[in-house]
């Protein structure tokens, strides 16, 4: 058994899509990135290297590199994929964004997420939180997300 950790966190502004676990949230901000921005999908795909030791996302997918301009992150999440041997056993994933309120979003991201990685919707979890207000996510100006994966 190994575990893995990952964390993201992007700046929102007017014009962007914002995508969370690869699910397409109505919202009148998104991420600021390089690519589609979806911060979940970063933090799982760190977690994911991160349990195997194999590097981070920036290494992998460097933000200079003009290929992953606009870049669906569920595509680099199968390239990551590739990299990794083990299977998993559970990923429990929190985003923390102001607002919208994404709950009642929790489970398509969880299918979605069951998808990409070949696993059983039970054994994934995602959980939203707010910031309460306070600093740069409780003011609406970033998400983030933290990720931890078991696998074996
Ligand atoms: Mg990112």
């Known amino acids: 058994m190994r575990i893995g950790q990952g964390f993201d966190l992007h700046r929102l502004i007017e014009g962007r899509k914002l995508l969370l676990g690869g699910v397409e949230i109505p ?5 600021d990135a390089h ?25 992998l997918f460097p933000p200079s590199d003009p290929k992953y301009k606009d870049a669906k992150s569920s595509a680099l999440l199968l390239e990551a994929k590739k990299l990794t041997r083990c299977k998993l056993v559970n990923l429990d994933c929190t985003i923390i964004l102001q607002e919208p309120k994404i709950g009642k979003y929790a489970d398509a991201i969880r299918e979605n997420l069951a998808s990409l990685l070949d696993a059983e919707v039970k054994n994934i979890s995602v959980k939203a939180k707010t910031a309460e207000g306070l600093g740069a996510i409780g003011e609406g100006a970033a998400v983030a997300a933290s990720v931890i994966v078991l696998v074996e």
């Not at 919202?27 to 991420?31: A, C, F, L, T």
């Not at 690519?35 to 290494?59: N, P, Q, T, Y």
Request: aromatic fraction near 0%; hydrophobic fraction near 45%; charge should be negative.
């Open 27 to 31: 919202s009148s901000k998104g991420e």
């Open 35 to 59: 690519s589609d921005g979806d911060v979940l999908l970063h933090a799982v795909i760190d977690a994911l290297l991160g349990a195997e030791a194999l590097g981070d996302i920036g290494k």
